[in-house]
C-alpha cells in the first residue's frame, strides 16, 4: 500500500453527490463491504475441502507477508521503528492487550462455537484491515470534507480479502469490523488534529510498523510462529510521538 494523492481516485459514476456529504461514509462503506466478503466466505466456505483450505491458507500468509514487507521497508528511519516497538510492547505488556484481545475472541468462540477459528479470525482480520496507509489517509480525507474515494477503494480491497480469510479463518473475520470502526472513525471524527500530527513521515514510519505486525501475522498464518502482536500494536501510535520528540515529523 502506498501513500495515495487524495485526487488520483475518483469516484466512479454511480456514487450520488449527496452521498458525500454522509458522515463517517467511508468507514461505513468499508464495514458493508467486509460483512459482504464474510458472508461470500462463509457460503462459499462449506465447498471447500480441508486440504484446500491450507493451501489458501499458505497463499494467504504469503501474501500477508508480502504486504508487510512492502510497508515494513519503506522506513527511513529504524530506530523510531525499533523504539515504537520495544515502546508498544512495554505498554501491551501493561495493558494486557494480548489477554484482552484473546478474551474477547474466546468469547466469541463461545458465543458462535462451531464456527472456525473465531479469535485468530478476529485478530489477524482487523489488523490487516486497521493498518496501512489507505486507511489514515483515507480517514482523513473523509473527515475533511472530501470525498471519500481513498476509503471506497480501500473497500474494495478488503471486501475481496474478507472472502478468503472468511472461508480459512471462519466467521471470526466479521467482527473485526468492531476495531475498523474505531479507527478509522476516530481519526474521521478527529481529522483536523490528526492531519496536523500525521505528516507523511510520520505516516511512513507508522506504516513501517504496522508492516512488521502485518508480517508477523503471516508468521502465524504460516504456522511458523505465533509472536503476542495485540501486545506490540500500541507501537504504531507512539511513533507519532517519537517523530515529534525528535524533530523528525
Known amino acids: 500500500m502506498h501513500l495515495y494523492a487524495l485526487d488520483l481516485i475518483r469516484l466512479p459514476p454511480f456514487f450520488p453527490e449527496e452521498f458525500s456529504a454522509m458522515i463517517l461514509q467511508g468507514t461505513l462503506v468499508n464495514i458493508a463491504a467486509i460483512a459482504i466478503g464474510c458472508l461470500i466466505g ?86 490487516i484491515y486497521c493498518v496501512g496507509a489507505m486507511a489514515i489517509m483515507g480517514s482523513l480525507q473523509d473527515g475533511l470534507g472530501g470525498r471519500p474515494t481513498i476509503l471506497y477503494a480501500k473497500a474494495a480491497l478488503d471486501g475481496i480479502a474478507s472472502v478468503a480469510l472468511t472461508s480459512t479463518l471462519g466467521i471470526g473475520v466479521l467482527f473485526s469490523i468492531i476495531p475498523l470502526a474505531l479507527y478509522q472513525g476516530g481519526i474521521t471524527l478527529f481529522a483536523g488534529l490528526a492531519k496536523a500530527i500525521l505528516t507523511d513521515p510520520v ?33 504504531i501510535f507512539i511513533v507519532p510521538a517519537l517523530m515529534w520528540v525528535f524533530g523528525m515529523a
Not at 501493561?94 to 468469547?107: A, D, M, S, V, W
Open 42 to 127: 462463509r457460503l462459499c466456505g462449506r465447498l471447500i475441502s480441508e486440504k484446500a483450505r491450507l493451501t489458501i491458507m499458505a497463499g494467504l500468509g504469503l501474501a500477508v507477508l508480502l504486504i508487510g514487507m512492502q510497508l515494513s521497508l519503506q522506513s527511513r528511519q529504524p530506530l523510531i521503528v525499533i523504539g515504537g516497538l520495544i515502546g508498544g510492547g512495554l505498554c501491551g505488556e501493561l495493558l494486557g492487550i494480548e489477554t484482552r484481545l484473546e478474551n474477547f475472541g474466546l468469547f466469541l468462540q463461545r458465543r458462535f462455537s462451531g464456527s472456525g477459528q473465531i479469535a485468530k479470525g478476529f485478530v489477524t482480520a482487523s489488523l
Open 203 to 235: 505516516v511512513i514510519e507508522m506504516n513501517a510498523v504496522g508492516g512488521l505486525l502485518i508480517c508477523a501475522i503471516a508468521l502465524d498464518l504460516l504456522s511458523i510462529k505465533r509472536l503476542p502482536i495485540g501486545n506490540l500494536l500500541p507501537g
